[in-house]
């Protein structure tokens, strides 16, 4: 038997594309005389669909869509997913279900037993968990569906009391399909193919695995789909950050394979950078902008923002403004010029001493006598921001947001200031990590002045100042905060670990009083397992390590 | 048997300050030889922890305070909440739990079973559900210890499988405790007691009832813990939005009583504007602040947020400052210093136009020759929160945000402009209420002057600008609003109920597609069943409606 695996990049809630991408899927199979096809989880809708999910409306979208799909899957079959309703009294209202389409119809369905509610996941928040999971009969073979995380309470540690499949298998099934919606993080294809092989080695049947592709606002799906065999082997990896179609024929997977992928350690910096390039042209497109704006510093944080966005969008489509106020350097400006000319982008340079004086000039009764403090270093900050908005309003761009993963923890950068935009491109990236990126981009070539590299990192507020006047190394800084935020270690953890434990709470300290600031940020692309954002909730008024 | 009800405001994560504030209630109801006491749940850590839960560190605190408070129950039993460790090695790492301590140990744990994980609740992000109920035996008495949700399974619709009581009922117990965090809304109350009677009217034994009170940034406990007899009767209403300590003679909840409390209709309004007032105090107090800042312009927003703030912090901790610009109106500037001088409030006039004549220079050759547009209308408003910005930084005022929630929803706010702030103080009242809750304020004299209230909404960014130039009238826009984010209505449904659909289509598409808006503005104080912010959680980048 032949089965087509389809790696889509879905919209959240446009039914009309999502649902013509998997007919156009089907029509493609069908032309390639497969008998199965194989979608993502909640494919109609697209992943996550979040409260979108509570609307009766949006709920009878997404069944109009499978009804229109059913309609085409005639001399094929189909296997996708999308939110169906419990039409049982008690328990929530919704399943995070699989439909088997065949013959014109929706032949059965089959809902997700294991609601993933962590992280960045909410699943329990709309959907009842299945108890009786059943096989699907079809063409003589026996196919164990389940959904994303069914297969994952396997190994040490289950975060569940039992596991699906060691129901499903009771009914000896040939083969596995597992259909997810598997957001990217710099661990994950790793993690997810070490899970998925479990799987087969515990079961002792093939698997067919298929993934969602694209960005949704946040959270970045990576693709990466997969066909594994009874041996364990890899047979098909699909590709990553892109759409993808493959055909595999079942017969292939009972047998060794002849070439199998060994699942090799990944580049993580090269990971990032793709994830990340897709993540801003995925925001932009979804949401039909072209343009990118930035404020462009001469320091080491927006000059990858503006090499990634102009990946991303084009060189033409983003536009870089220096801003500088009397305390830039003037190395800061021909960096920033010079990253500028060397990616082609057009900038514009444009001072902000004029607006800096008239505020001065509008607050010196009130300030009399008070010396130069925080309040005139976030006036430099909110001035370049209301100039960045107004050229987003005047011209229709989107303002990005150039901070890292190191200040957003810390609050190192001013609210309405540099900590504004539409979407913040690395803010899930430490300081350390932002560095590596910045190698990384110039591996074969100065691309990023070496000197935004190797200069002290400065917010050039003040005279003089350095971030390591406030803040300790980063090579320290981002130690802790990856121990405290990913690793959720507390202090006394960290000072057992050998860090110092003045400088331990000083930091967690901040990360904790600092959510206030964070609370208002524009979204993150995630890429590491534990993002500032939706998947990191945290009381602002609360007295812990505060 | 006496037993006491200790109706606490707890801070999460402060545990000397709660752990201090149990054991003096311990000590109060000895003195008043009660021989049990009732806390809320998850006391020890206040409620909602959040992703605090994660550490290892915060459990083991919550723990210690548990052990430390079991030294104080010698001669008194009491019930008190916190997360306890799940020891099996499958399923979450923690429990929702009440201890029963008695003898100076802990004697008993009780695990919650029905996790609520909707709106503003996510327990199942972090807790087991319990399996199996246990009857305390306490001096000849068998309780029924359920916490929160544990009881809400009753009646039609019901979101979970199983009700925890119909266990527990079948092991004879004589009365019921039921241990809560239940947050304000303007409906909850009644709610609340109509379904705790519902649960004695099925189970017939007396219930005994304790909540939070208190904020905890967005989310408001209103206390009003209960204690219930046999007949279903409210014996004992404790105080709303106060704390509050209640001993109840066990004998007396056997008997029909003398003066049982009936269920009256509460004024929606006077409830939304205590809980605003207590969300204000908290916010602050529990934040270490006591100045609050906020932008005067003469209209009902900001007038309304002024009175609340001078209630919840004395008139001579908050400043108004008036910003006008050239389109301000010479009335506007005089409402809002009337209102000043009605609240003995201090206030400064501060006039924005050298700020935004310098951005005109600043930004004249980049937009010569386009037209007056939305550009122009924002950067009033952002300058306006620069300068606010700037007091908050150099006084260490926390600025309020004035914003309702009818101009949060169509995104009628200036993202950097008038949608900053710490705390948002009616961002949860559609325009119509802020106009009942401002007559509820005038009740008794004109506080708010009367002008602010009856002309026409109008932001005063352009000439002549009236909200209803681009908004139907708040009468309409506030009831589809209602319907769509309260009662999740579609499109089809809103137009089925007489709305026009032209209308409808357009109000649904700026509520969705300004949801990039809503992400970064600051906590909103919540008072309805369904508030922007925790409780609503919407793609940005989706196609739905949009």
């Known amino acids: 038997m032949k089965i087509a695996l389809a790696q889509i990049n879905y919209h959240i809630g446009n039914f009309e594309k999502n649902t013509a991408s998997i007919i156009q899927a089907i029509q493609n199979a069908k032309t390639q005389r497969c008998e199965l096809i194989v979608f993502a989880e909640l494919a109609v809708c697209g992943y996550p669909p979040r409260d979108f999910l509570e609307f009766t409306d949006f709920i009878e979208q997404c069944i109009a869509s499978v009804n229109k799909i059913a309609v085409e899957c005639v001399g094929i079959a189909a296997i996708v997913g999308f939110p169906s309703i419990n039409s049982d009294e008690k328990g929530k209202n919704l399943f995070n279900s699989a439909a088997f389409l065949s013959e014109g119809k929706i032949q059965s369905l089959h809902h997700k037993s294991l609601l993933p509610n962590y992280d960045v996941f909410d699943e329990y928040r709309y959907f009842e968990p299945n108890k009786n999971s059943n096989i699907i009969n079809f063409k003589g073979y026996k196919i164990a569906l389940t959904i994303c995380e069914d297969l994952w309470n396997i190994g040490e540690e289950q975060l569940y009391p039992y596991s699906p499949m060691d129901d499903l298998i009771a009914q000896h099934p040939d083969f596995m399909v597992n259909i997810a919606a598997s957001p990217f993080n710099y661990q994950q294809a790793e993690c997810r193919k070490t899970v998925l092989i479990k799987n087969v080695e515990k079961y002792k049947i093939p698997l067919l695995y298929v993934n969602h592709v694209g960005a949704q606002t946040e959270l970045i799906f990576d693709g990466g789909s997969l066909a594994i065999n009874t041996n364990g082997d890899i047979v098909t990896e699909m590709n990553y950050f892109e759409e993808d179609f493959s055909i595999i024929n079942l017969n292939d997977l009972q047998l060794p394979a002849n070439n199998s992928i060994t699942i090799t350690k990944l580049n993580k910096i090269e990971l990032i950078h793709n994830a990340l390039v897709l993540g801003i042209k995925d925001y932009f497109g979804k949401l039909g902008f072209t343009k990118a704006i930035l404020g462009l510093s001469g320091g080491i944080d927006s000059a990858v923002t503006l090499v990634l966005s102009a990946k991303a969008l084009g060189n033409e489509n983003v536009k870089a ?226």
Request: a neutral charge.
């Open 321 to 546: 403004v220096l801003l500088p106020s009397h305390f830039s350097s003037q190395h800061s400006i021909d960096d920033a010029i010079k990253l500028a000319e060397n990616l082609k982008v057009p900038y514009e340079l444009i001072p902000i001493d004029e607006a800096y004086k008239s505020y001065e000039n509008t607050l010196s009764s009130y300030f009399e006598g008070l010396p130069f403090d925080v309040t005139e270093e976030n006036l430099q900050a909110r001035i370049r921001a209301v100039i960045l908005m107004a050229f987003t309003n005047k011209f229709g761009y989107v303002l990005l947001n150039t901070s890292n993963k190191s200040e957003a923890a810390v609050g190192y950068g001013t609210l309405y200031g540099d900590m504004c935009g539409g979407l913040a491109v690395i803010g899930d990236l430490y300081k350390t990590e932002v560095y590596e990126l910045a190698h990384f981009i110039n591996k074969n070539a100065e691309i990023i002045p070496n000197n935004s590299i190797i200069k002290p990192p400065s917010a050039e507020l003040r005279p003089d100042q350095k971030d390591s006047d406030s803040l300790p190394d980063y090579g320290i800084l981002d130690q802790i905060l990856y121990h405290y935020i990913e690793q959720r270690k507390g202090p006394r953890e960290l000072i057992a670990m050998g860090f110092d434990g003045i400088i331990v709470k000083k930091i967690l300290k901040l990360v904790n009083t600092n959510e206030y600031k964070r609370h208002q940020t524009p979204p993150i692309l995630r890429i590491s397992p534990k993002a500032f954002g939706m998947g990191r909730r945290m009381p602002i008024v609360g007295k812990y390590l505060a």
